[in-house]
C-alpha cells in the first residue's frame, strides 16, 4: 500500500511506491500487507533514484536490447512478423520494460530509449535477413523529435530495411497534447511508406481519437480484455466490439496476451485476424530462425 499524499503526490510515483510495497509483502509470506515505515519509505525514494539513474547510465551506454515476441495469423498458424521490445542488460540479466519503463519516463529518457531500440531492431532484421513485419513501440514525443525522421531513413537506407514491413506502434505513454502535430507527423511516416498501429486500444482516453483521426493499419486490443474474455462477459463483450470496429474500418486486429489454447481458439471463433502472447511465444533476443509456421 501507499498513500497519497504522504508518499506521493503523483499517480506514477504512487504506484511506483505501492509495487515496492507489493514485493515486501511477498517476501514476508503469503496473505500480508506491505504497510510501510519511516525507514521503508526512505529506503523507497533511495531505491527509486538509483533505479532512475541506472536506467539512464544504461541508455547511455547502449544497454538497452531488443527481445522479439512472435505475432501469429491465428486461422493459418504462420508467424507473420515480430514485435521489439526493451530488455535492460544487467550484467547476466534482462530486465523486462515493465520494470524499467516507468523511470526512463520519469528521467525524460524514454524517447532516446525508443530510438536505440528501432534502431537495434531494423539492425538485426537486416543481420538475418528477416522478411516478416517487424512492429517497434514509438511513443508521441518521440516521434516529435526535429531529428527523428532523418535518423529513422538513414537507418532504414543503410539496413536495406524495406520501410513496408516497419509497423510503427503509436504508444499512449508520454501523449502530445497537440493531436494535431501528431496527425502531421504520423502523416510524414506514411508517406515515407511505414505501417502505424495503435497499442493497447481501449486503456486510455486517446484510443478512439488516435483511431479517428490516425491512417492506421493495425490495432492491438489491450491484452487485459483479452486475458480475461472467458472468464469476464463484460471483457468479451469488449474484445467483440473492438474487433468489429476496427474491421469496420478497414484496420486489421491483433490480440494481445494470448496466454492459452482456450482463448486463441475464442479469438479465432470470433474472428480475430493475428494474436500475441506467450501461447504463442515468448520474446527472444534474437530474430535467427523466426519466421514461418507455429
Known amino acids: 500500500m501507499a498513500v497519497y499524499p504522504l508518499h506521493a503526490d503523483n499517480a506514477r510515483d504512487l504506484f511506483l511506491f505501492a ?3 507489493m514485493f515486501k509483502a511477498k517476501g514476508a509470506g503469503e496473505n500480508q500487507i506491505g504497510a510501510p515505515s519511516e525507514e521503508d519509505v526512505a529506503a523507497v525514494f533511495r531505491d527509486m533514484a ?80 528477416y522478411n516478416g513485419l517487424m512492429f517497434i513501440n514509438l511513443s508521441p514525443r518521440a ?33 502530445l497534447r497537440n493531436l494535431s502535430t501528431l496527425e502531421h507527423l504520423v502523416a510524414e511516416l506514411k508517406l515515407a511508406g511505414f505501417k502505424l498501429a495503435i497499442d493497447d486500444f481501449g486503456s486510455g482516453f486517446s484510443s478512439f481519437q488516435y483511431l479517428r483521426r490516425l491512417p ?9 480484455f483479452v486475458a480475461n474474455m472467458l472468464e469476464n462477459d463484460k471483457d468479451r463483450a469488449f474484445v467483440q466490439s473492438i474487433y468489429q470496429l476496427a ?41 535467427a530462425g523466426q519466421h514461418g509456421t507455429a
Request: proline fraction near 2%.
Open 143 to 175: 516521434l516529435a523529435l526535429t531529428d527523428f525522421l532523418v535518423n529513422l531513413k538513414r537507418i532504414v537506407a543503410e539496413c536495406c530495411v524495406d520501410p513496408g514491413r516497419v509497423v510503427f506502434e503509436i504508444t499512449e505513454r508520454d501523449t
Open 19 to 21: 509495487d515496492t510495497m
Open 216 to 224: 492506421l493499419d493495425f490495432l492491438k486490443i489491450e491484452g487485459d
Open 50 to 129: 538509483e533505479t532512475a539513474a541506472l536506467v539512464v547510465n544504461a541508455v547511455n551506454e547502449g544497454q538497452i536490447e531488443p527481445f522479439f515476441q512472435p505475432i501469429m495469423d491465428l486461422h493459418s498458424g504462420e508467424i507473420i512478423g515480430h514485435e521489439a521490445l526493451s530488455r535492460l542488460v544487467l550484467e547476466d540479466k534482462h530486465l523486462e520494460a515493465a520494470r524499467f519503463i516507468e523511470y526512463a519516463e520519469k528521467a525524460g529518457v524514454i524517447h532516446r530509449l525508443d530510438t536505440l531500440v528501432m534502431e537495434k531492431a531494423l539492425r538485426a532484421a537486416a543481420v538475418h535477413e
Open 247 to 287: 474491421t469496420g474500418l478497414g484496420i486489421r486486429v491483433i490480440a494481445e496476451h494470448v496466454e492459452s489454447r482456450e482463448v486463441l481458439d475464442a479469438l479465432r471463433e470470433m474472428g480475430v485476424e493475428l494474436g500475441q502472447g506467450y501461447y504463442i511465444g515468448r520474446p527472444d533476443k534474437t530474430l
